[in-house]
């Protein structure tokens, strides 16, 4: 059975170096790990808290669990790009059967298992049987699980029972569960390829598929087993995920699947198959949270953090190459008793030697004093959005106005990657927090924790529910989806066709733009609605859903649009049409939404202020700081801009 058949050359290397260099190309994952918490501690003084690194193995645990299920395919020498997909699939097919269906909590958790395991199966089949590459096979299965999702959920997150929401908490208080079902995934991870029969199996096709066939191998069945288990895994994934959050999100885990190939990759395994190992991908997880934690502490620019994970992911590959010509010995299924024991030794003594060197670099921080500046740590939905760009604009111009330190974070619309962010800055030293959230319910888990911390929350632009803040700072999105209804409607004298572009499913902005905009159109029967489409808050996709409608609609007389982006969108596919026989409303007042409506192909657009949600915010953070009133509700008036009064409107 072939693992691995690269072995070191005698006498290549003496002496002391020689046994050092080994060790490190060896345990090349595990020296960037210990490598990154020394510099994480020695820059940030909240980074070796206990606190913060319980935030770690929190945050690390959903990537891990599905990288365990990722390292069985690609130990196998295949991928699987389905496993973000199924694990939300997964959570909503638990949530809704507990739910909506009525369905005992117990079958419905096996429901969700076997939903993800049956995932698998297909996966397994169309590469086994159907002789589809794998990267083709999987990807199809990423697009059909988060279609279901979405189906199932109508878009819309769906409560998780409280029963399966407790592995989200903590026992005693302090030990999170996710870390314990982490662990416990890890374990039978590591069971499974070393002490098993499939275990071995998966190797042997790794190293060479057509070797293990002729030895006797099954390998078809034995590929949609291995499909099977990273769906299962999947699954576990996903529930622990919606725990995490309290609700299933149809959304959750995109880009998933990337961290989780990373992590096998970072760990030591190779995408070529026959190697890898559970330690390792553990490693490879722990080193993906620790960046993004400690980044996230330094204050770092979102955008360079995905910079500086890509250059990780590149040179865990060259290192795994650097190792392989270097003759490094590569973990082997069923090691000897000897080479184990020698692995545990390495990694006892790695413990050893971070935790002097950490807790000496600690003391850098002991006696400094606390800064006088008060802290604030902003976590926006998105940055990827003009209007969200406006806010942070606002409440940095504030900051620096009344001397705040801020630290601005994007959750790139992943209400558990703005999860993870918000813990981060609860077991920071902020003074206070401003969150606008990806999803009202799954920011409430999250909140709360900063509720216990003491920690003043102010929400801005949307609320968080189940859980304390200060101050929501917010227009009122019902009410501006009826005054866009009134405004289209007005202006087409009560009666034509019209056309929704609504944005991103599952957001809150996006229900209550559209339930706003329903409820105004009540008013106006004359008014038909003859066609809806997501089309993500995003320019790009607002164009290409406006020209497919086209060809179905094309007399239509009216287009809203739950963004100006979107709507910026279908005036580009409109061309000649928009602004005359065809009257388009948009949704925010960004800039560019206000040159158009300056230039006659938006009739209108309902102005938030964006800048102004921003400078509120901050200024009522740093009054809840000082314990000053602050009023629970702070609205920022909505107002429809068109051409008669965009000269004096300021956003």
């Known amino acids: 059975m072939a693992t691995d058949t690269l072995k070191s050359t005698p006498g290549a290397q003496g002496g002391a170096t020689g046994g050092l260099r080994r060790l490190l190309l060896d345990n090349g994952a595990l020296t960037a790990l210990i490598v990154l918490v020394i510099a994480m501690s020695a820059l940030s003084g909240d980074f070796l808290t206990a606190d913060n690194l319980l935030n770690v193995g929190v945050q690390a645990a959903v990537t891990a669990i599905l990288a365990f299920g990722v390292t069985f395919v690609i130990v196998s020498a295949g991928i699987d790009l389905s496993v973000g997909s199924v694990a939300a699939l997964s959570a909503t097919v638990l949530a809704w059967s507990a739910t909506e269906a009525g369905i005992p909590v117990v079958l419905a958790v096996v429901l969700a298992v076997a939903t993800g395991i049956v995932c698998g199966l297909v996966n397994g089949f169309l590469v086994s049987y159907g002789k589809l590459p794998p990267f083709i096979a999987t990807l199809a299965m990423l697009s059909v699980a988060r279609g279901l999702s979405l189906v199932i959920s109508q878009g819309s997150p769906i409560a998780f029972p409280d029963s399966v929401s407790h592995l989200g908490d903590t026992l005693g208080g302090w030990l999170p569960v996710p870390v314990l079902v982490m662990v416990v995934m890890g374990l039978l991870t590591a069971f499974v390829l070393g002490r098993t029969y499939i275990g071995r199996s998966m190797y042997a096709i790794g190293g060479n598929e057509e070797a293990a066939r002729l030895s006797g191998l099954r390998v078809k069945k034995q590929k949609l087993a291995i499909y099977a288990f990273s769906g299962l895994f999947a699954a576990a994934a996903g529930i622990v995920l919606a725990s995490r959050l309290a609700s299933a999100q149809p959304q959750a885990a995109q880009g998933y699947e990337l961290d989780a190939i990373a992590a096998v990759v970072i760990g030591g395994a190779s995408l070529a198959g026959g190697t890898g190992k559970a330690s390792g991908t553990l490693i490879g997880a722990l080193i993906l949270a620790v960046l993004r934690n400690g980044l996230n502490l330094l204050s770092v620019s979102a955008f360079w953090q995905q910079v500086v994970i890509g250059v990780v992911i590149a040179l865990a590959v060259l290192f795994d190459t650097v190792r392989r010509k270097a003759g490094a010995t590569a973990p082997a299924a ?56 406006q806010i942070r604009d606002g409440a940095e111009e504030e900051a620096k106005k009344l001397g705040v330190d801020l630290t601005v974070t994007d959750a790139q619309n992943d209400a558990s990657q703005q999860a993870n962010q918000l813990q981060n800055f609860t077991s920071g030293s902020l003074s206070a927090v401003v969150v606008n959230p990806v999803d009202s319910d799954a920011a409430g888990p999250s909140v709360r924790g900063a509720n216990q911390a003491g920690i003043p929350v102010i929400a801005v632009d949307r609320g968080v529910n189940e859980a304390d803040t200060s101050a929501l700072v917010a227009s009122d999105n019902v009410e501006g989806g009826a005054l866009g209804a009134k405004a289209l409607a007005e202006k087409l004298g009560g009666k034509g066709t019209i056309v929704i572009l609504q944005g991103q499913a599952g957001t809150s902005a996006s229900r209550e733009r559209g339930a706003g905009f329903a409820e105004g159109l009540k008013d106006y029967p004359g008014i038909k609605v003859v066609a809806k489409q997501p089309a993500d808050f995003d320019r790009t996709k607002g164009l290409d859903v406006m020209t497919n409608l086209l060809q179905a609609h094309p007399d239509i007389d009216g287009v809203f649009a739950e963004n100006d982006e979107m709507a910026l969108g279908a005036i580009k596919a409109l061309g000649s049409k928009a602004g005359k026989s065809v009257q388009v409303v948009g949704f925010d007042g960004t800039p560019d939404g206000l040159k158009a409506v300056r230039a006659g192909t938006l009739y209108a657009s309902v102005a938030q202020q964006p800048s102004e949600l921003g400078r509120i915010a901050v200024r009522n953070a740093l009054r809840a700081v000082e314990g000053e009133k602050v009023e629970k509700m702070v609205k920022v008036p909505v107002k429809v801009v068109t051409k008669e009064n965009v000269a004096g409107f300021e956003g």
Not at 364 to 371: C, R, T, V
């Open 334 to 389: 069923g090691a000897s008793g000897g080479g184990k024991g020698k692995q545990a030794l390495t990694y006892v003594i790695a413990a050893v030697v971070a935790v002097a060197v950490v807790g000496a670099t600690s003391l850098l921080h002991n006696g400094s004093s606390a800064a006088d500046r008060p802290k604030i740590g902003l976590s926006l939905s998105t940055l990827n959005n003009p209007f969200f760009v």
